[in-house]
Structure formats: structure tokens, C-alpha cells
């Protein structure tokens, strides 16, 4: 079959050399772009795989049995393994060490000028302000890596029953999105952690409460970006 054939054009006006040439590099380079693609899947997928590895790895060495725990549930819903990892990277030196340059993180910086979040709390040391800081800038970029899964596993979707205005009137729902309680569980329980670590213990209410609130707004932003990229497509 040529390609005139192919495109339907045998039937009707013959394409001119020029317009066949320019189909052909546009078939071409689609062509080049699509492997270029599925060669970048399949680097992604490796990647995720290896992290998964190194995240089960953690989980069978690990003494801190609540920790384990809570990264199983995680793993459970399917959350993806370098956003997990980056969460436990806070506070947990065997796994940082681990990584290694698997993950894009943030340069450490002792400037308070360069906070973004806490850059008027007067409550934490600037040491503490500091990692805290990186860290969920870490979770931001991390959640950019697999933007769709991350939005997906990290959201818990509920159906609520809309009031009727009358009996046999067809039953509406209304979704609702909040985040997942099994990340708000991890990431409170590391913050915990951590800050225990530098003797400055916090109740797990507050710590929840920062956990949830740190989580939507980088599930909104991921969310945010990749409508943005979607219409720039």
C-alpha cells in the first residue's frame, strides 16, 4: 500500500512532492517522539521500581514499628515510591543515605531568607526551620514526578447523599475530596518524630493538623501545575 493510499488521497487530487515530503517528516517525527516516550516510561517505571525496592527494604529493617507500619498502608494505596521515600527522608539518615542521587532534592541552605514556610515562625530553631522547610519542598517536587498517580492515591474520594426535595425525586450525590487519613497518619508521625529527635515534642493533634494542611496545599499546587501543563499540550 503507498502512502497515498494510506492517507485516502488515491481516489481524489494527487498530493504535490512538497506536501508528500512534508507528511512524511511529520510522520517521522511522531514517530521519534512516541519512542521517545515509551523509552521514558520505561526509565520511570525502572525507577520506580528500584525506589519500591529500597522503601521494602526500609520497612524489614526498620525498629520503628509504628513507622513501618504507617509506610505499608502507603504502600497499600498506591502512593508512589519516591513521594513515600521523600516523606521518611525526614529525620531517618539510614534511608537518606540509601537514596542517594535517585532523587532531585533540594540544596540544604543555612539562609533564612531562602525559607518559603516558616521564615516568621519564631518557635522552631533556624536549624529546624530549616530542614522542615527543604523537606516540603522536597514533597512538592516529588509529587510533580508522577503528577496523576500522586493526585489520584493521595485524594480520598466520597460520594454524599444529596437531601430530596421530594421522595421520588432521582437520588444526587455530591463528591467530596479530602486527603488520604493513611498520609496524613505518615507524614504527622514523621514530623513527630523528628522533632522529638531535637527535643522539641509536639501534640500529635497539632502535628496532625500541620500534616493535613501541608499535604493539601501540595496536592492543590500538583494539581494546579499539571492543569497548566495540560493546556499549554
Same mark, same amino acid.
Given at each position: 500500500?503507498?502512502?497515498?493510499?494510506?492517507?485516502?488521497?488515491?481516489?481524489?487530487?494527487?498530493?504535490?512532492?512538497?506536501?508528500?515530503?512534508?507528511?512524511?517528516?511529520?510522520?517521522?517525527?511522531?514517530?521519534?517522539?512516541?519512542?521517545?516516550?515509551?523509552?521514558?516510561?520505561?526509565?520511570? %517505571?525502572?525507577?520506580?521500581?528500584?525506589?519500591?525496592?529500597?522503601?521494602? $527494604?526500609?520497612? /524489614?529493617?526498620?525498629? &520503628? =514499628? #509504628?513507622?513501618?507500619?504507617?509506610?505499608?498502608?502507603?504502600?497499600?494505596?498506591?502512593?508512589?515510591?519516591?513521594?513515600?521515600?521523600?516523606?521518611?527522608?525526614?529525620?531517618?539518615?539510614?534511608?537518606?543515605?540509601?537514596?542517594?542521587?535517585?532523587?532531585?532534592?533540594?540544596?540544604?541552605?543555612?539562609?533564612?531568607?531562602?525559607?518559603?514556610?516558616?521564615?516568621?515562625?519564631?518557635?522552631?530553631?533556624?536549624?529546624?526551620?530549616?530542614?522542615?522547610?527543604?523537606?516540603? %519542598?522536597?514533597?512538592?517536587?516529588?509529587?510533580?514526578?508522577?503528577?496523576? $498517580?500522586?493526585? /489520584?492515591?493521595?485524594? &480520598? =474520594? #466520597?460520594?454524599?447523599?444529596?437531601?430530596?426535595?421530594?421522595?421520588?425525586?432521582?437520588?444526587?450525590?455530591?463528591?467530596?475530596?479530602?486527603?488520604?487519613?493513611?498520609?496524613?497518619?505518615?507524614?504527622?508521625?514523621?514530623?513527630?518524630?523528628?522533632?522529638?529527635?531535637?527535643?522539641?515534642?509536639?501534640?500529635?493533634?497539632?502535628?496532625?493538623?500541620?500534616?493535613?494542611?501541608?499535604?493539601?496545599?501540595?496536592?492543590?499546587?500538583?494539581?494546579?501545575?499539571?492543569?497548566?501543563?495540560?493546556?499549554?499540550?
Amino acid at each position: 500500500m503507498s502512502l497515498e493510499s494510506f492517507i485516502g488521497l488515491d481516489g481524489g487530487e494527487p498530493m504535490s512532492a512538497a506536501s508528500l515530503e512534508k507528511l512524511r517528516e511529520r510522520m517521522k517525527a511522531a514517530s521519534a517522539q512516541i519512542k521517545q516516550i515509551k523509552k521514558e516510561e520505561k526509565k520511570a %517505571k525502572k525507577k520506580e521500581h528500584d525506589l519500591l525496592k529500597i522503601l521494602l $527494604k526500609f520497612v /524489614k529493617s526498620s525498629h &520503628k =514499628t #509504628d513507622l513501618t507500619l504507617l509506610i505499608s498502608r502507603a504502600i497499600e494505596i498506591n502512593v508512589p515510591a519516591n513521594f513515600i521515600i521523600t516523606v521518611i527522608l525526614l529525620g531517618n539518615k539510614e534511608i537518606q543515605e540509601e537514596v542517594g542521587k535517585m532523587l532531585m532534592l533540594n540544596t540544604a541552605t543555612s539562609d533564612e531568607k531562602a525559607l518559603t514556610f516558616f521564615g516568621e515562625d519564631e518557635t522552631l530553631p533556624l536549624k529546624i526551620k530549616i530542614e522542615l522547610d527543604n523537606w516540603i %519542598k522536597d514533597m512538592l517536587a516529588q509529587s510533580e514526578e508522577y503528577p496523576q $498517580k500522586m493526585i /489520584k492515591t493521595g485524594y &480520598k =474520594t #466520597d460520594f454524599i447523599e444529596l437531601e430530596k426535595e421530594y421522595e421520588f425525586d432521582e437520588q444526587k450525590y455530591e463528591e467530596k475530596k479530602s486527603v488520604q487519613p493513611a498520609l496524613i497518619k505518615l507524614v504527622a508521625f514523621v514530623v513527630s518524630d523528628f522533632l522529638a529527635q531535637h527535643s522539641l515534642p509536639e501534640p500529635s493533634a497539632k502535628t496532625k493538623e500541620f500534616a493535613a494542611f501541608i499535604l493539601k496545599g501540595i496536592l492543590s499546587k500538583t494539581e494546579e501545575n499539571l492543569d497548566q501543563r495540560n493546556l499549554l499540550e
